[in-house]
């Protein structure tokens, strides 16, 4: 890897109008870079880690372009482990992308997109699964998602998957004193104690994946479908949980027609709310593709909410969508309790046996809560960590835990079947680089390269 690094500089804010930009520097050259376009307004030489007040002047004309903080920090202990220089100026396009011009003429290159999270990871400031977590700290749209993020920035993943990686080092260790030198004085390494250390390194690996469930929900959010006949107040429920009217509520029979999707947070978790059209067989083609939908959604459907309609007495398709409810994912909501109620929760209970059901009233608009703590009881605990746990909330982390898990479990199968130790030797270096492609230790130039591409400038 070339270790001698030119010096890259960007604008670390994003654009547009604000109180300030900051303008970041990083490299050998940085104060040098520095030196030649910002003047201390003291006329004293920058110290490393002062915020100092000056101007950028353009050293050919010798005008002043902004007036602005500036701050020099000698490396390692910088965002890079280099040289870092960041000058705050005015917020504004036209300032920063002046003096962002000067510091180029100065000598910097611009930086690529992460580049200056690359170079954090490259110098050994941070690991991939760090770097990483960077664009999830930045991106994160729910507090749950940040905090995973954040934890997973001061390095809990990796601490745990090294632990993991040591353990599979070991086991390999003596694997290959026992392949290599099995005549030698040594301990000799037998399948009963391979297959136990395999069993503890698998049992591992599984407490870790255990939060990648959470991670999913944290990350792409819980798809919930709102499913039942017309009129029973589907769109109304909607309207409760967002507090809005967006979804058409009307007196007609099958209105919702098509699907509607809503984003929402309950609590800090991301929801996707699905209305869909009533599921019942009909001759209109137009509500048949709705119905068609319906179905589709209630497959895909994290949590399926059915509606039904106390005032009238229970039908044959009530009844047959509420066969399709499975337990522990499913809630039933009673609706328009304010009229005299044909239904009672009992005609229910026959036919969702186990099934949480909710008396509501969903004309007034004072169920909201009620509504979100019965979801949020449903969905929470499937999101709160496992104790000590990570949330594993990056799908290249999870793939290379199963990854790693099925390359522990093949090689346990070797030793619990006595198989060479040769053999068994692959699969437990294919868990070991598995493991190591989480934290970057074995992850290919193509992988790191796409991962940080997905940075956005100045990061
Ligand atoms: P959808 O077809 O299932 O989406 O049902 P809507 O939400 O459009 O509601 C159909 C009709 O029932 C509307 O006129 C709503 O105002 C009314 N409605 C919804 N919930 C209740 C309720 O709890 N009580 C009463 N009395 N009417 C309701």
Redesign the pocket.
């Known amino acids: 890897m070339d270790m001698k690094c030119d010096t890259i500089a960007a604008i670390a804010t994003p654009l547009g109008e604000g109180g300030i930009g900051i303008i970041r520097i990083s490299g050998d050259d940085s104060l040098e870079i520095l030196n030649r376009v910002f003047r201390p307004a003291s006329g004293q030489p920058l110290k490393s880690r002062m915020l100092t007040y000056g101007h950028i002047v353009d050293p050919e004309s010798g005008a002043v372009t902004d007036e602005v903080l500036a701050v020099y920090m000698k490396g390692p202990k910088t965002y890079t482990a280099e040289d870092v220089a960041e000058i705050n100026c005015h917020g504004g396009l036209v300032p920063l992308k002046r003096t962002l011009s000067l510091v180029l003429r100065g000598g910097a290159r611009l930086a690529e997109p992460g580049e200056f999270t690359k170079r954090a990871f490259l110098n050994g400031r941070l690991d991939l699964s760090q770097a990483e977590a960077v664009i999830d700290v930045i991106s994160a749209k729910t507090d749950r998602f940040f905090d995973a993020a954040i934890d997973q920035l001061e390095g809990s993943l990796s601490k745990r998957t090294r632990a993991i990686g040591n353990k599979i080092m070991d086991i390999l260790v003596e694997m290959t004193v026992n392949i290599d030198y099995p005549d030698e004085d040594i301990e000799e390494l037998t399948y009963e104690k391979l297959t136990s250390d395999l069993k503890s390194v698998i049992a591992d690996i599984r407490k870790l994946l255990s939060g990648a469930g959470s991670g999913k929900l944290l990350r792409e959010g819980i798809a919930i479908g709102i499913v039942?006949?017309?009129?029973?107040?589907?769109?109304?429920?909607l309207n409760c949980l967002l507090r809005e009217s967006r979804?058409i509520?009307?007196?007609i029979?099958?209105?919702?027609r098509d699907t509607i999707e809503e984003y929402m947070s309950i609590k800090g978790i991301p929801v996707k709310l699905t209305?869909t059209a009533?599921i019942r067989t009909t001759d209109d083609r137009v509500e048949k593709i709705g119905i068609q939908r319906s179905k589709k959604i209630l497959g895909e459907a994290d949590i399926v909410v059915f509606?039904a309609d106390a005032?009238r007495a229970l039908m044959d398709e009530d009844v047959e969508i509420m066969k399709g409810l499975s337990q522990g994912r499913s809630l039933i909501l009673l609706?328009?309790?304010?009229?005299e109620m044909v239904t009672k929760p009992a005609d229910i209970e026959a036919f969702a046996p186990g099934i949480k059901i909710l008396e509501?009233?969903?004309?007034s608009d004072d169920q909201a809560e009620a509504l979100e703590d019965a979801i949020y009881n449903m969905v929470g605990e499937k999101t709160e960590q496992s104790a000590g746990g990570s949330v594993i909330t990056n799908v290249r982390h999870e793939n290379a835990l199963r990854e790693a898990l099925s390359f522990a479990e093949d090689a346990l199968k070797g030793a619990e079947e006595m198989q060479p130790l040769e053999l068994i030797e692959i699969d437990v270096s294919g868990c070991r680089d598995a493991l190591g492609a989480i934290t970057g230790e074995t992850t290919s130039a193509d992988v790191i390269d796409e991962v940080f591409s997905r940075f956005c400038l100045g990061k």
Do not use: R
């Open positions: 039942g006949m017309p009129n029973v107040g589907k769109s109304s429920l979804a509520v009307t007196e029979p099958g209105t919702t209305d009533g509606v005032s609706n328009k309790t304010d009229l509501t009233s969903l004309i």
